[in-house]
């Protein structure tokens, strides 16, 4: 398993809700159109707040990968 | 000689900690507090003076009223700490050696970091901002209101939402509530951050007709249409625009190397010292700890820093802990609030919103001068089972 390209690492492990969305944000708001994020979150809404609004705001969710404690999301920036 | 504890900003936090370090150690510390203006601002108050409801004198004291007569206050801005050697140089151009540095420097706002907002928007984070939203909703004869954020983290995160109740009501007292429409645009997929809150909030926006607007994160405004675009790629016309501006920390850190990109301080979420550093400890909205940027939170930060400060002096094993404590109250309108207690493990059991709360919130307004720079917060009905 394994996302190639990350061109930000986010570990928001430990950091409650909203924390991890709300980083994953920053990071797009600065990004370059074509980055991919990475951010690891083990707070339970985040399964369900960051693929809504990676869909709600155009970008492109590459993978999820959950493990014991927390999950990795891979978001790329489209627009 | 005694040890030197240099605090820098009068607000909520740095006023307490002072006050409690001369009261704990007495001649063993010399303690002084650095303050750009000397004047200590009441923010909460902002809210009311955009509303009409208060004028902008109620909100502010002379520092040195607010100290014990032991602290040293000196009027002027940190520029930048060196903490190699120990010293805060001052703008004036003195400086001040210390032994322990106490950084309670606040946040500040940046509307400018927003295309558009300073022209196109209005808010209630300064005493200027309340003053012209004030007007600007003196002039507002019906029209659509949008009442967002514009970046996280901000200083009191239930005040957007009080704002949008309390206009609510606002417009129906001047007969001009069916000629407008009012919209909340939330950052997240729900109302509020903190869950609980938003389930209790959300269903009584619905019943005052307020739209709720999710995932709307601002990222630009156009003044000549109106307009304010979302990161998420919608775009609203609005009449009033009130937007929360972007926060930083303050130059003074970022200047002194002390902060992370966005200016806030690596701060230790349980002991409040400063990442790598032993004699340097943070508080209130200067950190970064994802907890509430709010005046209670400085409050019951500054005993474990006080108390974390005499045990280093005086050579004994430091026990306080900060658990993150967090007490804001939530206007609802139509003189109702509840209130939000809780800590880093418990979230918040916001009670239903009723008359009680509301009065609790107009007499903590009220007292504040008195218990603020004692430390003497009143116990609450629900603080017993936070005891100890």
Same mark, same amino acid.
């Given at each position: 398993?394994?996302?190639?390209?990350?061109?930000?690492?986010?570990?928001?492990?430990?950091?409650?809700?909203?924390?991890?969305?709300?980083?994953?944000?920053?990071?797009?708001?600065?990004?370059?159109?074509?980055?991919?994020?990475?951010?690891?979150?083990?707070?339970?809404?985040?399964?369900?707040?960051?693929?809504?609004?990676?869909?709600?705001?155009?970008?492109?969710?590459?993978?999820?990968?959950?493990?014991?404690?927390?999950?990795?999301?891979?978001?790329?920036?489209?627009? | #000689?005694?040890?030197?504890?240099?605090?820098?900003?009068?607000?909520?936090?740095?006023?307490?900690?002072?006050?409690?370090?001369?009261?704990?150690?007495?001649?063993?510390?010399?303690?002084?507090?650095?303050?750009?203006?000397?004047?200590?601002?009441?923010?909460?108050?902002?809210?009311?003076?955009?509303?009409?409801?208060?004028?902008?004198?109620?909100?502010?004291?002379?520092?040195?009223?607010?100290?014990?007569? !032991?602290?040293?206050?000196?009027?002027?801005?940190?520029?930048?700490?060196?903490?190699?050697?120990?010293?805060?140089?001052?703008?004036?151009?003195?400086?001040?050696?210390?032994?322990?540095?106490?950084?309670?420097?606040?946040?500040?706002?940046? /509307?400018?970091?927003?295309?558009?907002?300073?022209?196109?928007?209005?808010?209630?984070?300064?005493?200027?901002?309340?003053?012209?939203?004030?007007?600007?909703?003196?002039?507002?004869?019906?029209?659509?209101?949008?009442?967002?954020?514009?970046?996280?983290?901000?200083?009191?995160?239930?005040?957007?939402?009080?704002?949008?109740?309390?206009?609510?009501?606002?417009?129906?007292?001047?007969?001009?509530?069916?000629?407008?429409?009012?919209?909340?645009?939330? /950052?997240?997929?729900?109302?509020?951050?903190?869950?609980?809150?938003?389930?209790?909030?959300?269903?009584?926006?619905?019943?005052?007709?307020?739209?709720?607007?999710?995932?709307?994160?601002?990222?630009?405004?156009?003044?000549?249409?109106?307009?304010?675009?979302?990161?998420?790629?919608?775009?609203?016309?609005?009449?009033?625009?009130?937007?929360?501006?972007?926060?930083?920390?303050?130059?003074?850190?970022?200047?002194?190397?002390?902060?992370?990109?966005?200016?806030?301080?690596?701060?230790?979420?349980?002991?409040?010292?400063?990442?790598?550093?032993?004699?340097?400890?943070?508080?209130?909205?200067?950190?970064?700890?994802?907890?509430?940027?709010?005046?209670?939170?400085?409050?019951?930060?500054?005993?474990?820093?006080?108390?974390?400060?005499?045990?280093?002096?005086?050579?004994?094993?430091?026990?306080?802990?900060?658990?993150?404590?967090? #007490?804001?109250?939530?206007?609802?309108?139509?003189?109702?609030?509840?209130?939000?207690?809780? !800590?880093?493990?418990?979230?918040?059991? /916001?009670?239903?919103?009723?008359?009680?709360?509301?009065?609790?919130?107009? #007499?903590?307004?009220?007292?504040?001068?008195?218990?603020? /720079?004692?430390?003497?917060?009143?116990?609450?009905?629900? !603080?017993?089972?936070?005891?100890?």
């Amino acid at each position: 398993m394994g996302v190639e390209q990350v061109d930000r690492e986010i570990d928001a492990r430990g950091m409650p809700c909203p924390g991890p969305l709300m980083s994953l944000i920053g990071a797009i708001r600065e990004g370059q159109v074509g980055q991919v994020i990475e951010v690891i979150s083990s707070d339970e809404g985040s399964k369900i707040d960051i693929p809504a609004w990676v869909a709600k705001a155009g970008q492109e969710m590459v993978a999820v990968e959950q493990e014991a404690d927390y999950a990795k999301f891979y978001v790329r920036k489209v627009r | #000689m005694p040890a030197r504890i240099v605090i820098l900003g009068g607000g909520v936090g740095g006023t307490l900690a002072a006050n409690l370090l001369t009261k704990e150690l007495g001649r063993d510390a010399k303690v002084t507090i650095v303050d750009p203006t000397g004047m200590h601002v009441y923010q909460p108050g902002y809210l009311y003076v955009a509303l009409g409801q208060a004028n902008g004198q109620w909100l502010s004291r002379d520092e040195r009223t607010l100290l014990r007569r !032991d602290v040293d206050l000196v009027v002027d801005a940190a520029e930048r700490v060196d903490t190699d050697a120990g010293i805060v140089h001052l703008r004036a151009g003195g400086s001040l050696p210390y032994d322990h540095l106490v950084v309670a420097t606040g946040s500040r706002v940046v /509307p400018e970091q927003v295309p558009g907002l300073v022209e196109g928007s209005y808010h209630f984070y300064t005493l200027e901002g309340a003053i012209r939203l004030r007007e600007a909703l003196r002039q507002f004869r019906g029209g659509r209101i949008h009442i967002g954020i514009a970046g996280i983290p901000y200083k009191c995160p239930p005040a957007p939402i009080e704002f949008t109740f309390m206009v609510e009501e606002y417009l129906r007292k001047r007969g001009i509530r069916d000629r407008s429409e009012i919209t909340l645009l939330s /950052p997240l997929n729900r109302a509020f951050t903190i869950e609980s809150a938003s389930k209790l909030v959300t269903p009584i926006l619905e019943q005052r007709g307020v739209k709720i607007e999710t995932f709307f994160n601002v990222e630009s405004v156009d003044p000549s249409s109106g307009t304010v675009t979302s990161l998420e790629g919608q775009k609203l016309e609005s009449d009033l625009l009130v937007l929360v501006p972007p926060h930083r920390g303050s130059a003074v850190v970022e200047a002194s190397g002390l902060g992370d990109a966005g200016g806030w301080v690596p701060t230790d979420r349980m002991t409040l010292q400063r990442e790598g550093f032993e004699n340097v400890f943070a508080i209130g909205d200067a950190t970064n700890l994802p907890i509430s940027k709010s005046g209670s939170t400085a409050h019951f930060e500054a005993p474990v820093v006080v108390s974390r400060i005499a045990s280093l002096i005086k050579g004994t094993a430091p026990k306080a802990n900060y658990g993150g404590r967090v #007490m804001c109250f939530l206007e609802t309108g139509n003189r109702k609030s509840t209130v939000l207690r809780f !800590d880093y493990e418990n979230p918040p059991t /916001p009670p239903k919103p009723s008359t009680f709360w509301h009065i609790g919130k107009w #007499m903590f307004n009220r007292i504040y001068w008195v218990t603020l /720079p004692q430390g003497r917060i009143p116990e609450m009905p629900g !603080d017993k089972r936070r005891a100890g």
